[in-house]
Structure formats: C-alpha cells, structure tokens
C-alpha cells in the first residue's frame, strides 16, 4: 500500500475474496459512468491518477499530509481532531485498554503479589463499567444536542436543488452525531437494565450478542464478531464482474435481495420480524423505502466528508480518527469477513490498507460531478438511486483468491501527480 513515511518501494495486497461468478441481471441496464480504477499495476496507477481528477487531489493531500488519521485512544491526539467530521463521542474505542491495565497491576509496587490477580480484574470491570456509563451519557447527549434530520428533504437539497453545504449550514459532525444517537437512544432503557444486572459480565453479553449494546459502549471484541456477520455471503447487488456500467433500480430487486442486504446492514437495518411481515403481505414499498434511506444517508455523509477534505482550512491538515475511518469502512463494506478492522487500523500497514480503500471509494463514487470537476450532479451520472453503488469498492478487482492485487509507494508515483 502507499505510505507518506519512507522512499523504498513496497506491495501489499489491496483486496482479495472468493471468486465471484457472474450471473445474469435482468434489470441492470448499461449506462456511461466512472470507469473502476485500475491500481493492478504502476502503469495504470499512474494512468488513473491522470484521468480520476479526484482520486489525484486525494493521492496528493494524503501523500502530503494534509489528510491524517490519528489514535483515537490518545487523548493528546484527539483534541486535534478537525472537529467538522469527528464524533469520538458517538463510536466505540479501537483498541480496549486491558492489557495496558494489566500491566500497571503488575509493576505496581503498592500492590500485594496475592492480590494482582484479582485487582487486575477488579479494575478491568471498573474500566468497563465507566465505558458503559460514558457511552450512555454520550448518546444522551448527542441526542439532546442535535436535530433530526430528513434525508430525503436533505438529499434533494444537497443532490437535486443543488444547495451548497455553507447555505444549508451542516458539518459532517451534526449529521451523523443525529442519526447515530437516534438509532442509539431506544437502547439505552434495555442496555441499562443489562448493566445492572450483570455488571461487569455485561460484556460477555455484548460479546455474543453485540448488537444489543449501545454503539459507543461496543468492546473491540463485539465489534469484530458485529463486522463479521455483515459480510457473510456475497453482496446482493455485487454480482456481477465489477468493471461493466451498470444500473440497478432498487425498485427491480425481489423479496430475497432486499431482505439480504436490509438484514445485513449496520445502517438503519430493518428488524427481522418486520421484513417478514412485509413479505408475507408483499409489501415492497417499506423495504425499498429504507433501502434508499441507507443509500441517501451514504451520498450526504461521503459528500460533507469530502467536502471538508478537499474545501476545508487551507492552513490546517485535515485530522480525522481511528474509529471514524474504520466506521466508514464498516458501514459501506469495505473489507472482508475474518478482516479485523480494530487490529488493521492500529498497525501501519493496515491503516495504509483501509485509507486507500475509503480514497478510492469516494474518486469513483464523486469524480467528475459538479461537487468537484465535472457538469452532472450524482444522480445524472449514475442514475436514480442505483443500487450498483452500495458497498461498490470502485477498483477493477479480479475477484480471485490467488490474486494479489499491489499498488507501488510515493516514489513510482511521483510523476503523477
């Protein structure tokens, strides 16, 4: 992968799945968008770079520092966070500090050496315990502090009416502290009973059944097991060899795809008695409803994302977290069931990893719209609510597992820019 640190060049891989076997779509329907980006060589790396506008302004701000992603468990760092695009308070911590309290147990002198067993536990279920209770208070307060939002008004402002950001007076940071809190707040009642009965047990619970924690109160553990099951089987709607411009009307897809991707969606899913009951009276019209709602809340948090990074403060980098990103990661499907995001995020090359993925992602999705450099808003260029575009990495990937796919560091790529 890229890094900004270092002159030697260097390969890891990008992506690598399971081969996906083409299957014949009835109603997709060819139309002209952004070509995926093809980083399978330094060749057409390079080439990629020259014809995806966007995709070389990201290359450059991040090779330049200019985009950075620091610690979120690093309370110095934090406070450094460009505050516009982070919300800390409303996701669960990367990195859980047990080993970090074990260790203090054990070199503490003050502590009898027949005790360190059980203080190192003790303090364990007191960490949690806090963790717990900020979560609460947090998700309380984000909900207190933010208004709610309509995506469908705030799409057609943002997509159709054209409203510049500045007019509409939003940052990233009010959007997703809204809809995260209130997805969150009817928790909480449930997740407070849960922690007084169980206490410190409470996160075994969590563990096994992730989902009924508050999202901001998740352990790295939950998480992972949470992540894993969104990924399961293969994607709904990336069926076919990604390459080929296609078009997807959510209103084209039966019961069993809208089912899959609304059950497996860490976004607004939809309860499973629920989708039953819809489908049982076959009724469509909920299903796709919510679908597009996942699909309107996607283009607005990617549009002020970027609007942020490449029209922020000229004067001061760009900051964002550890969890933001491997939030944005999860919520769109950007890797791999066995993946552990957590651990990928805080080692260098599994940020590099995870960073380019988000970077390539946004040069598909936006290049060449009248938010950056084109003359087609968003939905002239990829057509009504196309369902191609969810979880569509945007590289041209040979979905073979014995294909490594390698992109070359800063040295090989200079000339690009």
């Not at 968008?33 to 060749?43: A, T």
């Not at 990367?94 to 503490?108: A, H, R």
């Not at 790295?220 to 411009?245: H, M, R, W, Y």
Request: net charge positive; aromatic share 12%.
């Amino acid at each position: 992968m890229f890094s900004n640190h270092g002159t030697k060049m260097s390969i890891i891989r990008l992506y690598s799945t399971k081969k996906v076997v083409s299957k014949p779509v009835s109603s997709l329907t060819k139309i002209g968008f952004n070509q995926p980006i093809d980083i399978s060589s330094k060749e057409t790396f390079n080439e990629s770079l020259k014809t995806n506008k966007t995709f070389a302004q990201l290359h450059a701000l991040y090779l330049t520092n200019k985009l950075q992603f620091q610690n979120d468990n690093d309370i110095t760092k934090v406070a450094s966070f460009t505050p516009e695009i982070n919300s800390q308070r409303t996701l669960p911590r990367t990195q859980f500090p047990k080993n970090k309290i074990f260790q203090q147990v054990i070199f503490d002198p003050k502590i009898p050496k027949w005790r360190k067993s059980i203080t190192k536990w003790y303090r364990l279920g007191t960490t949690l315990l806090r963790y717990y209770r900020d979560g609460i208070k947090n998700t309380i307060k984000a909900y207190r502090s933010t208004t709610k939002y309509d995506l469908r008004t705030l799409f057609r402002q943002l997509e159709i009416d054209n409203t510049t950001i500045s007019t509409l007076k939003i940052n990233r940071k009010d959007f997703i502290e809204s809809l995260r809190s209130r997805n969150e707040f009817k928790k909480i009642p449930n997740f407070i009973l849960l922690s007084l009965i169980f206490e410190e047990c409470t996160v075994l619970i969590c563990y096994f059944w992730p989902r009924v924690a508050l999202w901001n109160c998740l352990n790295p553990g939950g998480f992972k097991k949470l992540s894993d099951s969104l990924v399961q089987n293969e994607d709904p709607f990336q069926n076919e060899v990604i390459g080929d411009a296609r078009y997807i009307s959510p209103y084209s897809l039966d019961f069993q795809k809208l089912h899959s991707n609304l059950r497996r969606s860490h976004i607004m899913r939809m309860n499973f008695f629920k989708l039953k009951f819809y489908e049982l009276f076959q009724m469509k019209n909920p299903i796709i409803e919510r679908l597009v709602n996942i699909y309107q809340y996607i283009f607005i948090d990617d549009r002020l994302l970027l609007q942020s990074i490449l029209h922020g403060n000229e004067k001061a980098p760009v900051i964002w977290g550890y969890d933001e990103l491997v939030n944005f990661i999860l919520e769109r499907k950007l890797y791999h069931h066995g993946e552990d995001l957590n651990k990928l995020v805080n080692t260098n090359e599994g940020r590099d990893l995870l960073i380019w993925r988000m970077l390539l992602y946004l040069s598909f999705r936006f290049d060449n719209t009248i938010y950056l450099n084109g003359t087609s808003t968003f939905s002239e260029k990829w057509g009504t609510y196309n369902m191609y575009l969810l979880n569509n990495p945007g590289t041209s990937i040979n979905h073979d597992a014995t294909t490594k796919i390698t992109v070359l560091k800063e040295n090989i790529v200079k000339s690009a820019l």
